[in-house]
T-cell receptor, first 110, second 114 residues
């Protein structure tokens, strides 16, 4: 079935540094969604990408969908403590099931 | 902002017991979902529900599980004869459209099977 690989599992950054998480698939994706889950919280939808090469920005967050629609990235510029959490990508398979990546935990070093 | 509400927030149950987790989806949404997340792991799709019937379900969603929309507002997940490995956070979610609309998640019901 559909799988999506997400790396890295963890990223430790100093506040103010950038953060990036990547999702990859061996098959072409129809769309990809990104979610943020705060510690102890529930997933919150951030964005959906559907077009090849699409780039979308939300303030300090930049989302990209690869030209081949097999990979995607989320980049956060100048991280803040409020960015702490786990960022998940998720793709909808042909059965309309949302298949999730393993998540990348953003940890801000004290 | 509209929200999905779930009860209970935490339930402890003995192995072999039945559990019902309840959800109130956003009122004008048509698609309802249950997901689970074992502690520290990724979110896993269980089932989607539309027009009073299951539209898709994953391999996890076996005969032990069932869903129901008993009235116009509630959406329930029943787990029969719980096992230790059913311990997880169960998220209910809803959306207006299956493909293009935002999926809104509830805050989750944490199930501990002892």
């Amino acid at each position: 079935g559909q799988q999506v690989m997400q790396i890295p599992q963890y990223q430790h950054v100093q506040e103010g540094e950038d953060f990036t998480t990547y999702c990859n698939s061996s098959t072409t994706l129809s769309n990809i969604q990104w979610y943020k889950q705060r510690p102890g919280g529930h997933p919150v939808f951030l964005i959906q990408l559907v077009k090849s090469g699409e780039v979308k920005k939300q303030k300090r967050l930049t989302f990209q969908f690869g030209e081949a629609k097999k990979n995607s990235s989320l980049h956060i510029t100048a991280t803040q403590t409020t960015d702490v959490g786990t960022y998940f990508c998720a793709v909808m398979d042909s059965n309309y099931q949302l298949i999730w990546g393993a998540g990348t935990k953003l940890i801000i070093k004290p | 902002e509209p929200e999905v509400t779930q009860t209970p927030s935490h339930q402890v149950t003995q192995m072999g017991q039945e559990v019902i987790l309840r959800c109130v989806p956003i009122s004008n949404h048509l698609y309802f979902y249950w997901y689970r997340q074992i502690l520290g792991q990724k979110v896993e799709f269980l089932v989607s529900f539309y027009n009073n019937e299951i539209s898709e379900k994953s391999e996890i969603f076996d005969d032990q599980f069932s869903v129901e929309r008993p009235d116009g507002s509630n959406f329930t997940l029943k787990i029969r004869s719980t096992k230790l490995e059913d311990s997880a956070m169960y998220f209910c979610a809803s959306s207006a459209d299956r493909v293009w609309d935002t999926i809104y998640f509830g805050e989750g019901s944490w199930l501990t099977v002892v």
